[in-house]
């Protein structure tokens, strides 16, 4: 980063809950933890490959638009309630597709032109080195702690122990089912469900029955 933001941009009261008492945090690590879980990191170089799936996603979005191009609106479909085909689209019309081509040809020349611009980092090489580590790191978890006091470091063995100890063990917010008990719980469940659809069959789609 550049001198100025070196020297007068950065916060000097960094600081992080350190909740490890087997393994010891990383080195330095109050001086990342202490920017906040919002801090928004600068990017020195554009991912190529964020773009090109964008560009393949509008290909496909654009390409499914042309294959149902005259096909009415069905009252009785609700895209949310479906999952995306992952299966790829055949090719629109050869005007379509040399427009796209065209279209993604100026984004690479734009995209060509970003890439030869410096962008100054705004984390120091520590700083950076400290993410690529944590990302790989299994040892240690980072939460964020109650009330907005910031982030917190903590081993990932003692954070497990507390979760199951302070909360799926605690018999007065969770209740152990036996399998006969699960299998009975889940019966209800259908059974409220029945009742429902009984109760309001006449608000009910078409769509929406096929999915129930």
């Known amino acids: 980063m550049d001198v100025r933001t070196y020297l007068i941009g950065r916060p000097t009261n960094m600081a992080c809950h350190n909740l490890c008492s087997k393994n010891k945090a990383p080195e330095g690590i109050e001086l990342l933890l202490g920017l906040g879980a919002k801090y ?3 990017r020195t170089k554009l991912d190529p490959r964020g ?3 964008t560009m393949e996603r509008l290909r496909n979005n654009l390409r499914w638009k042309y294959i149902y191009r005259n096909q009415q609106d069905d009252n009785d479909y609700i ?6 085909s992952k299966r790829n689209p055949d090719e629109a019309s050869p005007e379509i597709e040399a427009c796209m081509d065209k279209f993604q040809e100026h984004v690479n020349i734009e995209r060509r032109k970003c ?3 410096r962008v100054w980092p705004n984390l120091t090489p520590m700083q950076i080195g400290l993410i690529k580590r944590l990302g790989k790191n299994e040892t240690h978890k980072i ?3 109650d009330k907005n006091c910031g982030l917190a470091i903590v081993e990932t063995e003692f954070l497990t122990e507390r979760g199951i ?3 799926l063990s605690n018999q007065e917010v969770y209740k152990r089912l036996s399998k006969k008990e699960a299998a009975g719980q889940l019966e209800g469940v ?3 469900i029945e009742s429902f659809i009984s109760k309001y069959s006449e608000e009910l789609s078409k769509a929406e029955y096929i999915l129930i």
């Open 51 to 53: 773009l090109d799936k």
């Open 40 to 42: 928004c990191v600068q």
């Open 115 to 117: 890439s030869r611009r």
């Open 190 to 192: 259908d059974r409220s």
């Open 79 to 84: 895209p949310g309630f479906y999952i995306n």
């Open 165 to 167: 100890s302070d909360h």
């Open 143 to 145: 939460i964020s702690a």
